[in-house]
């Protein structure tokens, strides 16, 4: 699509619970990025992924989070057993390229996880 | 440490008064950095970068690397200029990227 999409836009888990996100990245984009926002401040990297391959997870909390961008199907974060501090805005986004090369990121609409 | 640092959480100007938004960053590396806006309800957008030096909606920003900073400056607000923005530096490692934002700052434009 000409927009990076993700699902859901909202998410209610009670703690302990599992939740999982998605993320469409614009076609023809290699690179997908999930940021974290917590309570509007800034964004935290997570994870960057190259076409299936994880590029970068330096951000990832390792226990509990996991993500995944197989081919044909939308990229995912998944947080087993959610804690409180998990609640945020889980933000998305793409590139055409990587290094100094068509690095330009566009961002999804969020998903914003509440955990009670 | 790379770091951005935007100091101010709010700022709130009438219609017609200039803007400065203040950003530093901190980045051992060649800087190259972004302002990002995110207006009510909307997905965070692009606004403008230091390497390609245009004005987007008004809006310039110039990298000064002797003060660190990347301030983004308009000089006669709008309404419709109400929204947060971010200012984010670009880190290379080993081939790849990824952002460093800002903690945002919210301009809130009165009639």
């Known amino acids: 699509g000409e927009e990076v999409a993700q699902t859901p836009k909202h998410l209610v888990r009670g703690e302990g619970q599992k939740a999982k996100l998605y993320c469409a990245p614009i076609k023809g984009h290699s690179y997908v990025f999930w940021y974290q926002q917590v309570l509007k401040n800034e964004f935290k990297f997570l994870i960057s992924?190259?076409?299936?391959?994880?590029?970068?997870e330096t951000g990832m909390p390792k226990e509990r989070f996991s993500a995944k961008c197989l081919p044909n199907s939308p990229c995912s974060l998944e947080i087993q057993a959610t804690k409180l501090e998990d609640s945020a805005v889980y933000f998305c986004?793409?590139?055409?390229?990587?290094?100094?090369?068509?690095?330009?990121?566009?961002f999804g609409p969020g998903t914003r996880l509440t955990v009670t | 440490a790379q770091r951005v640092t935007q100091p101010e959480k709010l700022l709130s100007v009438f219609k017609g008064a200039p803007v400065e938004l203040k950003c530093n960053y901190s980045y051992s590396g060649s800087p190259e950095l972004f302002w990002y806006v995110q207006y009510s309800r909307q997905r965070l957008q692009l606004l403008l970068r230091h390497i390609s030096r245009e004005s987007i909606k008004g809006f310039t920003a110039d990298l000064n690397k002797g003060e660190t900073s990347f301030h983004l400056k308009k000089p006669f607000a709008q309404e419709e200029d109400s929204a947060m923005y971010y200012c984010a530096l670009i880190v290379f490692s080993g081939g790849y990227n990824k952002l460093i934002f800002g903690a945002g700052t919210r301009l809130a434009v009165h009639p």
């Open positions: 992924f190259q076409n299936e391959n994880v590029f970068d």
């Open positions: 986004a793409s590139s055409q390229g990587f290094g100094r090369v068509n690095y330009e990121q566009y």
